[in-house]
């Protein structure tokens, strides 16, 4: 069974940095891409960034150049990197996982093992 954990949210001042970590157990699809989100309250979940498992990186433009994905050798772990964070950056941020290779990175309805996610305050 495949399941994802996410690490390393938190309280953090305006212009401060976070790293997420997503760590993957029981996933065998090394090809299959990888992906955050992110749902603001009273906000539907919107693409943050995402690996398509072959050699592709894609940000949102809100947080592009601000961001930073990575994957660990293994594959077994993902990061997101954020700095210069926003209050707009607040949000219970999710990493996600695609079942089978190919698919859009960016399409949320793609991806189909989720994350209880991690809680990202950025405070003014």
């Known amino acids: 069974q495949v399941q994802l954990v996410e690490f390393g949210g938190g309280l953090v001042q305006a212009g401060g940095s976070l790293r997420l970590s997503c760590v993957v157990s029981g996933r065998t699809c090394s090809r299959c891409g990888m992906g955050w989100f992110r749902q603001a309250p009273g906000e539907e979940r919107e693409f943050v960034a995402a690996h398509d498992g072959d050699e592709l990186t894609v940000f949102a433009g809100s947080v592009n150049g601000r961001f930073t994905f990575s994957r660990g050798n293994a594959e077994n772990t993902v990061w997101l990197q954020m700095a210069s964070l926003k209050p707009e950056d607040t949000a219970v941020y999710y990493c996600?996982?695609?079942?089978?290779?190919?698919?859009?990175?960016?399409?949320?309805?793609?991806?189909?093992?989720w994350g209880q996610g991690t809680q990202v305050t950025v405070s003014s």
């Open positions: 996600a996982a695609q079942s089978v290779p190919g698919l859009s990175a960016t399409d949320i309805s793609s991806y189909y093992y």
